[in-house]
């Protein structure tokens, strides 16, 4: 059990630059769709 627990603590070392930076897109675009329904929401209640 020791050896798995060493061995997935260096494999998520070794990922965790590109864990972050997937972090940050999938927030980038968390932030541009919350952005878009916004614009949608906008313009929808101007229509009406």
Known sequence: ???YRSTHAALTA???PEIDALSR???RQD???AAHH???Q???SRAA
């Open 38 to 40: 916004e614009r949608q």
């Open 25 to 27: 897109k999938l927030s």
């Open 42 to 44: 906008v313009a929808l």
């Open 31 to 33: 932030q541009a769709i």
């Open 14 to 16: 070794e990922r965790q």
């Open 1 to 3: 059990m020791e050896r």
